[in-house]
C-alpha cells in the first residue's frame, strides 16, 4: 500500500536554529513528492515539485531534497514566521495526492 | 495571482441536513479536486473530476456527490449529514497535461454539523 511517512510529529526550534524534516514515501515508480505548507485553518500552500533523486529546490530558507526512499525539507536559519505545519505528499493512483501526517514546526523567537 | 474560490468558507448544519460546497478553480484549469480534513488530520482524498468528468474516486461516502460543470467550477452535495462529516473541505485545481503536477489549493470551507 502506498504510504507517506513524516517526522518528528512535532518540532520546537529557536529562531536562527536550522533543521530538517523527513518524508519517508514507498511508491514504487514515484511520479512527483510535494512538499505543502499549512497555516491553522487554511488550504495547503504549494512549495515544492521533486521527481527524481537527487534533485534539490530552494525558496528562501527552505530547500526540499529527494532520495530514492525519502525527501527532506531543510529550514534554514528560521523564523518564526515559519511555524505551520509542513505535509508532504505524492501522487498516488490517478492524480490524487496521498498527504502524510505532516510535522508541526514551531519557531520561538 | 487568481486562486482557487471555495463558498461558502463556513457553514453550520444541523444532522440529516444537506449541504452543498462550491468551488470554482484557478482560471484555464481543468481539474479539481476535492478533499477533507478532519481535525488533527492530514488531508483525504474525496473525488476529482477531468473536463467534467469524473476522473478518481477515493473514500466518499455514497451519501456525497459531485460533479464539474462546463465553466470548470464544481460543486460538492452532501446528503443526511452526519457528525463525522464535520471537517474542513478543500479544493484544489491544477491544469493536469501540464506544469509540474502540483495541485493548488483554495482556503477551505469549514462544515460543522449540530
Known amino acids: 500500500e502506498d504510504q507517506v511517512t513524516q517526522s518528528p510529529e512535532a518540532l520546537r526550534l529557536q529562531e536562527g536554529e536550522s533543521s530538517s524534516l523527513n518524508c519517508s514515501y514507498t511508491?514504487?515508480?514515484?511520479?512527483?513528492l510535494f512538499w505543502y505548507r499549512q497555516d491553522p485553518g487554511k488550504g495547503p500552500e504549494f512549495l515544492f515539485t521533486l521527481y527524481s533523486a537527487g534533485e534539490e529546490k530552494e525558496k528562501e530558507r527552505l530547500k526540499a531534497t529527494l532520495t530514492k526512499k525519502e525527501s527532506f525539507l531543510h529550514i534554514t536559519a528560521p523564523k518564526p514566521e515559519d511555524s505551520a505545519t509542513y505535509l508532504c505528499?505524492?501522487?498516488?493512483?490517478?492524480?490524487?495526492?496521498?498527504f502524510g501526517e505532516g510535522t508541526q514546526l514551531t519557531v520561538n523567537p | 495571482a487568481a486562486g482557487v474560490i471555495q463558498s461558502p468558507r463556513h457553514l453550520i448544519k444541523e444532522k440529516r441536513e444537506t449541504a452543498t460546497l462550491k468551488c470554482y478553480p484557478i482560471?484555464?484549469?481543468?481539474?479539481v479536486y476535492w478533499y477533507q480534513q478532519g481535525p488533527g488530520q492530514d488531508p483525504q482524498f474525496l473525488i476529482s473530476f477531468y473536463e467534467k468528468m469524473q476522473s478518481d474516486k477515493g473514500s466518499i461516502p455514497d451519501r456525497f456527490s459531485a460533479q464539474q460543470f462546463s465553466d470548470y467550477h464544481s460543486e460538492l452535495n452532501m446528503s443526511s449529514l452526519e457528525l463525522g462529516d464535520s471537517a474542513l473541505y478543500f479544493c484544489?485545481?491544477?491544469?493536469?497535461?501540464?506544469?509540474?503536477?502540483?495541485?493548488?489549493f483554495g482556503p477551505g470551507t469549514r462544515l460543522t454539523v449540530l
Open positions: 511508491v514504487s515508480g514515484l511520479r512527483g
Open positions: 484544489a485545481s491544477r491544469l493536469l497535461f501540464a506544469g509540474g503536477g502540483e495541485q493548488f
Open positions: 482560471p484555464r484549469h481543468d481539474t
Open positions: 505528499a505524492e501522487h498516488t493512483s490517478g492524480s490524487r495526492l496521498t
